[in-house]
C-alpha cells in the first residue's frame, strides 16, 4: 500500500520542558529542518513507562524506572498460562518489514535472557531483568532506555536479540551501505541522551539544563549532519523526541519530525503523544495494531489514515 515513509528513525532523549529545550540555540535553530510539534506531551512519569508504550502501546502497569521484564511471559506451564507480551517488532515481521534497535555503549551482557518460565506477581512492579547497568557493562549504558530488552519475546528469540545492537559500531555502517531497516529505535547513551554528566569521572544523573541540553545538542548535530535530508535515504521520518517532561508536573515534550515528505520550517499545533508515534508508524506500514491504546491514537496527519 502507499506509504507516506520508508524507513523511520526514533531518538528518544531525556526528561526536560519544551521551554528548556528551545533556549538551547541549536535546539531551536533545528525547527528550520522540519515540523515541530508545539503540543506534543509524554504521556506519564517517570522515564520507563514512555519507552514501554512507545513500542508496545500501553505502560502494562511500569510505574517506576527500572529495567523490568514486560510480563507475563510463560511459556506452556502452570496456573497463570499466557502468551508473551506483544510489541511493534510482531507487526512489523509479521509483514516482512525490518527492524533494529540501535543503543550506544551497548554490550554483549546487556542482552539478558529471561528464564525459561517467568511468572508474573499479582502485581506490578515486574520480575527485575537485573541491575541497570549490569555488573561488567559501560556505565554509560541503560538498558531502561532500549524498550526492546524489556520484551522477553524480543530476546528471548535468537534472531531478534541479533538486532539489538551496539550503535557506534553498526549505524553509520549500515547507513553508509544502504541498510538502514524500515523501523530503527536509536537509543543515546548518557550523556548524549541528556540524563546525565560526568561529575569526578563518574557518570552521575544530572537535573535537566543547559550543560544537559548542549549535550544533546553535540551528539544530535553529529547524528543528523549538516542536512538530514542528504545523510538519511529517500523517505526516511526521522523523530527526535523526549520521552517526558521535568519537573514531573509538567507533560509538554520537544518533538520535530524531520524528513522530504514534510514541509521544513513549519509548526504543527494538534495534541500529540507517544502513541501517535506508534499509531503512525502502524497505519504508513499497513501492519495493523496492537490493539492497545495505539489503535485509538491520533496519528500524524500526514499519515495515511489520518482524518486532519
Request: hydrophobic residues 40%.
Amino acid at each position: 500500500m502507499p506509504t507516506s515513509f520508508e524507513h523511520v528513525v526514533i531518538v528518544m532523549l531525556e526528561n526536560a520542558s519544551r521551554a528548556l529545550v528551545l533556549s538551547n540555540p541549536y535546539m531551536k535553530s533545528l525547527l528550520q529542518k522540519g515540523v515541530f510539534l508545539s503540543n506534543a506531551i509524554g504521556v506519564t512519569h517517570p522515564s520507563q513507562p514512555n519507552y514501554i508504550l512507545s513500542v508496545g502501546g500501553d505502560t502494562f502497569g511500569f510505574n517506576g524506572d527500572d529495567s523490568f521484564w514486560v510480563a507475563p511471559y510463560i511459556t506452556s506451564t502452570g496456573p497463570n498460562t499466557a502468551s508473551a507480551v506483544t510489541s511493534i517488532v510482531d507487526l512489523l515481521e509479521a509483514k516482512g518489514l525490518t527492524w533494529k534497535s540501535y543503543a550506544e555503549n551497548l554490550q554483549p551482557i546487556d542482552i539478558v535472557q529471561p528464564p525459561a518460565i517467568l511468572f508474573p506477581p499479582p502485581d506490578p512492579p515486574y520480575p527485575p531483568i537485573g541491575p541497570d547497568p549490569a555488573p561488567g557493562s559501560d556505565p554509560l549504558f541503560a538498558g531502561r532506555h532500549v524498550p526492546c530488552l524489556c520484551f522477553p519475546n524480543i530476546v528471548s528469540n535468537p534472531a531478534r536479540a541479533a538486532n539489538i545492537v551496539n550503535a557506534q559500531d553498526t549505524f553509520e555502517s549500515d547507513l553508509a551501505s544502504g541498510k538502514l531497516p524500515n523501523y530503527s529505535w536509536y537509543s543515546p547513551n548518557l550523556i548524549n541522551d541528556g540524563h546525565s554528566t560526568i561529575v569526578d569521572g563518574k557518570v552521575t544523573a544530572a537535573f535537566p539544563g543547559p550543560t544537559t541540553i548542549g549535550n544533546i545538542a553535540t551528539f544530535l548535530g553529529t547524528f543528523l549532519g549538516d542536512d538530514p535530508l542528504r545523510k538519511f535515504p529517500p523517505r526516511t521520518l526521522i523523530v527526535i523526541t523526549f520521552d517526558e517532561s521535568f519537573p514531573y508536573s509538567e507533560y509538554d515534550i520537544y518533538t520535530l519530525l524531520i524528513g522530504d515528505m514534510l514541509e521544513a520550517g513549519t509548526t504543527q499545533t494538534a495534541a500529540y503523544n507517544h502513541y501517535s508515534l506508534l499509531r503512525s508508524i502502524e497505519l504508513n506500514f499497513g501492519i495493523g495494531s496492537l490493539a492497545r491504546n495505539d489503535a485509538s491514537a491520533e496519528p500524524y496527519w500526514f499519515v495515511l489514515g489520518s482524518k486532519r
